[in-house]
């Protein structure tokens, strides 16, 4: 048994995994816990793993057949790559993200300036927990001549013929925009990525001050379709009002498929405690699990617009999770880009990614990615759509509760004084409770469910 590899799949929601790693008879009671003594966090391991080995479960075998998908005609093992980014940028890099089992990458944005990078070019928001839940570069794009990317390149597809080198470029104007496409396309890659989106270049008429304007998107998308024959995906920047109109104006000029979201422009990080009187800070690209929301929203909006039918999505913002993925995939991604979680944990989470997402399929019966694809997206509603007849009121478990008083502060500050303190413990009043579910969000001990029953309003 591997302990370290079962809790990493509970990290990681990959829950059934973990229950399937578990054998029936947990040797953990005549164990005397030399994993449990030599965890870091003193997590109560032995306790963990056997109450999953008293869990309920048929064994499964792992299929990972049902991951196969497309891109623009290239067959993939699975929906998962790497995006264009710091975790993409090397031969070594790439060759080990293939070896533990990533589809493909989305190679550094490869161009012909001359890149110099600031350091330290990194900075974080951090939760209760201290995980990381929005994470902020100033990455430009990749420091290595065209030269010495082709080289790359060409190794990459002599040594991993199966996996998808998808190739992100970003030119200046329209002579380098035809160049590299006609240079990267003699190097072997297999499709390119437009790199409309870039929030941190020092050169102007670059990165998202393109992708903003859809006229030049469209623009410089022809060029590029003149000058290759190979599938062009435009990433587009969540830098707008409307991204849609990007979108349509990539695809008026060729564009095979279409990647979403880019990093949001943000300020982390304000010098308060500056010497000379300047608050010193910079703008950088915003990424992590904080972004998913508004990556969803953009992915959801892409896939429902009919100027867009048939071209291929590839989503990205916040991914760490099979669950996080597969959110995009229903909402109509054909596949899905990792980096900041990656940068988090390794190339070692598309274990999860992978098994997580399989063991979903084969349990809800689908076949394939594309069956679950085209399940869901349907559920989306507006709001003005929604049933306002009923209130599903909060239960209270009090036996967890442990006296904080966070739902009641929540409540009487913040909702509608539905919540009393009694004997140390909170108590609801139904006919102020309008069912808004604040204090089931704010409870630390999730000592406060939601009760699933509907309850019909008054007149």
């Not at 993200?97 to 951090?126: N, Q």
């Not at 991993?160 to 190097?187: C, H, I």
Request: hydrophobic share 35%; charged share 25%; aromatic share 8%.
């Amino acid at each position: 048994m591997d302990p370290a590899r079962i809790l990493r799949r509970l990290y990681f929601d990959n829950e059934e995994g973990a229950l399937n790693a578990v054998a029936e008879n947990v040797p953990c009671d005549n164990c005397r816990g030399e994993c449990q003594d030599a965890c870091p966090i003193h997590l109560p391991v032995k306790e963990i793993i056997t109450s999953l080995g008293t869990r309920e479960r048929e064994s499964k075998e792992v299929d990972y057949f049902c991951l196969k998908c497309d891109f623009c005609g290239f067959e993939l093992e699975n929906p998962f790559l790497l995006s264009s980014s710091v975790v993409s940028s090397t031969y070594d890099m790439c060759a080990r993200a293939f070896e533990a089992g990533w589809a493909g990458a989305a190679f550094k944005t490869v161009c012909l300036m001359d890149i110099e990078e600031a350091s330290p070019r990194f900075s974080a928001i951090r939760g209760d927990n201290s995980r990381i839940i929005g994470f902020k570069n100033i990455e430009q794009l990749s420091d290595h001549t065209l030269q010495e990317n082709i080289e790359i390149f060409r190794r990459l597809k002599k040594d991993y013929p199966n996996k998808l080198l998808l190739v992100s470029f970003m030119g200046r104007d329209d002579a380098e925009w035809a160049y590299l496409a006609e240079q990267l396309t003699m190097a072997g890659a297999d499709a390119l990525e437009m790199n409309f989106s870039c929030p941190n270049m020092t050169e102007g008429s670059t990165g998202s001050d393109v992708g903003q304007v859809p006229h030049l998107v469209e623009h410089y998308t022809r060029v590029v379709r003149e000058h290759t024959s190979l599938p062009i995906i435009a990433k587009l920047t969540p830098n707008v009002t409307d991204i849609r109109e990007s979108a349509e104006a990539a695809v008026r000029g060729g564009a095979d498929g279409l990647a979403a979201i880019n990093t949001i422009k943000s300020l982390i990080g304000v010098d308060i405690d500056s010497t000379d009187g300047v608050y010193h800070t910079a703008v950088g690209g915003y990424s992590g699990k904080a972004v998913k929301p508004i990556a969803l929203r953009y992915i959801a909006e892409l896939a429902q617009d009919p100027k867009l039918a048939g071209k291929h999505i590839s989503a990205m913002g916040g991914i760490e999770t099979w669950k996080d993925a597969l959110e995009f995939i229903v909402l109509g991604s054909d596949t899905v880009q990792v980096t900041t979680a990656v940068m988090q944990y390794g190339y070692r989470i598309i274990d999860d990614l992978k098994e997580g997402l399989a063991f979903y399929l084969i349990s809800h019966g689908f076949k394939s990615i594309s069956e679950v694809k085209s399940s869901t997206i349907e559920g989306i509603v507006p709001t003005n759509s929604l049933d306002r007849s009923y209130i599903i009121y909060p239960k209270f478990q009090l036996k967890k509760c442990v006296g904080c008083q966070r739902c009641y502060l929540s409540c009487m500050d913040g909702g509608h004084q539905a919540i009393t303190i009694r004997d140390g413990r909170p108590h609801m009043n139904p006919s102020k409770c309008v069912g808004c579910h604040l204090c089931v969000l704010v409870c630390p001990q999730q000592a406060i469910v939601s009760s699933g029953i509907r309850v019909a309003k008054k007149n």
